[in-house]
C-alpha cells in the first residue's frame, strides 16, 4: 500500500471529533446493532443487539452499555438533557425487556431503541450540523 493510498484511506475513517465524523460513527455502531443482516423469508433487520439477548442478563446488560456509546456521542455534541433523557428511556427500556430470559429477544426485534436514539442525533444534526446531511435511499 502506497502512502497516499493509506492518506486516502485514513481520510474516509470516522475518528474525527467533528459532526460528520460523529454522523458515520453513530450510523456504523446502528448498522452493527440493529441491522447486520436480514432473517431469512422476512424483511425484518437483526442485529448484535437481538444476539445478545440470547444470552440472559449479561447480554442485555452489554446490549444496553453498547446503546449508551451513542448518548455518549450525543452529549459530546451538545445535545439537550431532554433529548439524553429520552436516549436514555429507549436504552434503559431496551435493557429492561431483555432481561426477561430467551423470550426478551423477541421484543427487541420490534423496540429498537438504538434505531430510535439515531433517528434523535440525525435531527439535532441536521438542525445545528447541516452541513453534515446525507441522503438515504
Known amino acids: 500500500m502506497a502512502p497516499t493510498d493509506f ?64 448518548i455518549w456521542e450525543a452529549r459530546n455534541l451538545g445535545m439537550s438533557k431532554w433529548q439524553m433523557a429520552r436516549m436514555a428511556g429507549n436504552v434503559g427500556t431496551d435493557w429492561a425487556l431483555g432481561l426477561i430470559p430467551w423470550v426478551g429477544a423477541i421484543p427487541d426485534l420490534f423496540f429498537k431503541s438504538n434505531t430510535r436514539n439515531l433517528r434523535i442525533i440525525k435531527r439535532h444534526l441536521d438542525r445545528h450540523h447541516p452541513s453534515t446531511v446525507t441522503i438515504s435511499l
Request: net charge positive; charged share 25%; hydrophobic share 50%.
Open 7 to 70: 492518506a486516502a484511506f485514513a481520510d474516509r475513517l470516522p475518528v474525527g471529533r467533528d459532526p460528520a465524523s460523529v454522523r458515520r460513527r453513530i450510523e456504523a455502531m446502528e448498522r452493527m446493532l440493529e441491522g447486520m443482516f436480514t432473517l431469512p423469508g422476512t424483511t425484518r433487520k437483526v442485529g448484535l443487539d437481538v444476539i445478545l439477548d440470547l444470552v440472559p442478563v449479561v447480554g442485555s446488560t452489554i446490549g444496553a452499555a453498547l446503546g449508551s456509546w451513542l
